[in-house]
């Protein structure tokens, strides 16, 4: 409307008083700020490793696929005992009984082992089930001609220690490992590219110095575990315990066709044990995935490590036991083993 027309209309309005009263903001009324206290176990998945122990029984899940929380602190993962009223109907995703009505169902040593994890919890794994992931701990990440890893070099005393124990109890053992193909090369998305380059150059399939071969190529002494490691590895494999897997991702998991979940649903694997590095990048990538897509995760806490400022390692202990999981370490699992 053009302002002249505009300011005429104005002007016959009858309700508009002439001159207008000058403008007098309104200051809404002053609000006081009632400060409650935050209790950690409003949220579920806040605090989750210091939650008091469950009164009841507890059942989570589904008729298939389930968990039983005792109020002991044994929680159940083999997925074998429903409790005494039954399975969860369609619908539900807990349910809980009396400790008198649901008893502890007595351990079975030949196909299970109680594991301590923090938060005074013991988990019920079973061992043909159960298998240890362990990522890239290859020499790319903790040779010390490549690169300064102390806190990742670390880790090799007790994962040689872990894993010889949970071969013992039937646990596979895999060792999870960028090792990428020629084909592999040309498919890789341009952040996982530029990631891997430094100021522009070298990157994936690149010369390194020495013997090291071109960079996380298969079969590259780059690619191979470090030191102790394949020694470690070579005699798993003539002993049929230990399996090697090829990722090309940060993640192990990260597409339902990896080789990593194949071999998981083939051998009917649902609970997974993590070691390796970087704790907050491959590790934790895979770690992710896996709880997404259903497994139970425990992550071995003196088994992981990582080149991150200060905060990286303590986050991924943080959320592996207040979200996606547990943490425990290798002495409370060779104990539980032995």
């Not at 300011?7 to 016959?12: F, K």
């Not at 002439?18 to 400060?35: A, G």
């Not at 071969?213 to 590259?220: A, D, I, K, P, S």
């Not at 066709?257 to 998981?264: H, K």
Request: charged share 15%; hydrophobic share 40%.
């Amino acid at each position: 409307m053009p302002f002249a027309i505009f300011n005429n209309a104005i002007s016959h309005l009858p309700h508009l008083p002439s001159p207008l009263p000058p403008y007098r903001p309104i200051r809404p009324p002053r609000l006081r700020l009632l400060l409650l206290p935050v209790y950690t176990h409003h949220h579920p998945i806040l605090g989750m490793v210091h939650r008091p122990n469950v009164p009841t029984a507890t059942e989570y899940g589904n008729a298939a696929s389930f968990w039983v929380e005792y109020p002991s602190g044994l929680i159940d993962l083999t997925r074998t005992t429903h409790l005494p009223e039954g399975a969860l109907v369609n619908g539900d995703i807990a349910e809980d009984q009396s400790e008198h009505r649901a008893p502890i169902p007595p351990l079975l040593p030949a196909t299970q082992l109680d594991v301590p994890v923090d938060g005074g919890r013991v988990l019920r794994i079973p061992k043909q089930k159960s298998a240890i992931v362990i990522v890239d701990m290859q020499n790319f990440f903790l040779h010390p001609d490549l690169r300064d890893h102390p806190t990742g070099l670390a880790c090799v005393i007790p994962i040689m220690n872990l894993v010889p124990a949970l071969r013992e109890q039937d646990v596979k053992i895999l060792w999870v490992n960028w090792g990428l193909t020629e084909h592999e090369l040309m498919t890789i998305p341009p952040s996982l590219v530029r990631g891997f380059m430094k100021n522009g150059r070298g990157g994936f399939g690149a010369q390194l110095p020495g013997d090291f071969g071109r960079l996380l190529m298969r079969g590259e002494y780059n690619s191979e575990l470090y030191g102790p490691l394949q020694t470690l590895y070579e005699d798993g494999r003539r002993g049929g315990t230990d399996v090697w897997i090829h990722k090309n991702r940060m993640s192990g998991i990260w597409g339902s066709q990896t080789a990593l979940d194949l071999y998981l649903q083939e051998h009917g694997i649902t609970t997974l044990f993590f070691a390796g590095v970087n704790a907050d990048q491959c590790v934790l990538g895979t770690l992710v995935d896996a709880y997404s897509r259903g497994y139970d995760c425990i992550v071995v806490e003196d088994c992981v490590a990582t080149t991150s400022p200060a905060g990286g390692l303590e986050n991924v202990l943080c959320n592996a036991g207040a979200a996606y999981g547990f943490v425990t370490d290798s002495a409370r699992i060779i104990d539980a083993a032995t």
